[in-house]
């Protein structure tokens, strides 16, 4: 199977799923949208009433708002994948339970797998929670961290912001330098850059979930 055949299973396995009581009170499930060669990822956390509505993820404000963040440093939500780490909406949009995040972990696990992104934006505390655990958000948004040869980027939720207008200017800082961490990824080795210079000795992907000082 290939990526592009990967990410169809995926999508029409979490259409009909049932793994969690999520389920119950969907409208439709949100299997994520973007290139299957996509080199950024952005996981966010669970759909909410518009991505119900639609399928579809972030197409409400906070979706808007990622869409002129990235608009900022020169992307289109087209060139990036966007998923979360629920895909069926959380009644009220409480925050996702434990055991709704395990059900549904294999299908984002599928989808990374498939992309193979040299760089993954976390959007809240779930998503990062899924590679930097036991980290404080506050502490570390904006700076990214090799995981098993991955850049992780955390950054606050679109959303958070919204809601609390002190964040707003964290998050497009953070935004802002995030074609920084990108030229970093693109220098580490990653397969999808295999002509890249190679990584400074003090920046090598080897080097677990080690917090760098790029910014
Ligand atoms: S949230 Fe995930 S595990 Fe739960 S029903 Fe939806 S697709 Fe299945």
């Given at each position: 199977m290939n990526s592009l055949e990967t990410l169809a299973d995926v999508a029409s396995q979490v259409r009909v799923c049932e793994k969690c009581t999520l389920h119950f009170s969907r409208k439709n499930a949100v299997p994520g949208e973007g290139p299957s060669d996509a080199e950024i990822m952005f996981i966010g956390e669970g759909p909410g009433f518009y991505e119900n509505e639609q399928g579809r993820p972030f197409v409400g404000q906070a979706g808007k708002f990622l869409e002129e963040l990235l608009a900022e440093i020169g992307?289109?939500?087209?060139?990036?994948?966007?998923?979360?780490?629920?895909?069926?909406?959380?009644?009220?949009?409480?925050?996702?339970?434990?055991?709704?995040?395990?059900?549904?972990?294999?299908?984002?696990?599928?989808?990374?797998?498939?992309?193979?992104?040299?760089?993954?934006?976390?959007?809240?505390?779930?998503?990062?929670?899924?590679?930097?655990?036991?980290?404080?958000?506050?502490?570390?948004?904006?700076?990214?961290?090799?995981?098993?040869?991955?850049?992780?980027?955390?950054?606050?939720?679109?959303?958070?912001?919204?809601?609390?207008?002190?964040?707003?200017?964290?998050?497009?800082?953070?935004?802002?330098?995030?074609?920084e961490a990108i030229e970093m990824a693109r220098r580490g080795g990653h397969k999808k850059i295999e002509d890249s210079p190679a990584v400074p000795e003090e920046q090598t992907p080897d080097e677990p979930a080690e917090q760098l000082s790029l910014f």
């Open positions: 992307m289109k939500r087209e060139q990036v994948f966007i998923a979360n780490v629920v895909k069926c909406r959380p009644p009220g949009n409480r925050d996702p339970l434990p055991e709704e995040l395990a059900a549904c972990n294999g299908y984002l696990d599928r989808q990374i797998e498939a992309i193979n992104p040299c760089i993954v934006v976390t959007l809240g505390r779930f998503s990062m929670a899924k590679f930097l655990p036991n980290t404080r958000i506050s502490e570390i948004h904006g700076h990214p961290v090799w995981v098993n040869q991955r850049l992780i980027v955390p950054m606050f939720h679109p959303a958070a912001a919204l809601h609390q207008p002190s964040l707003k200017a964290t998050v497009i800082a953070d935004f802002k330098r995030l074609p």
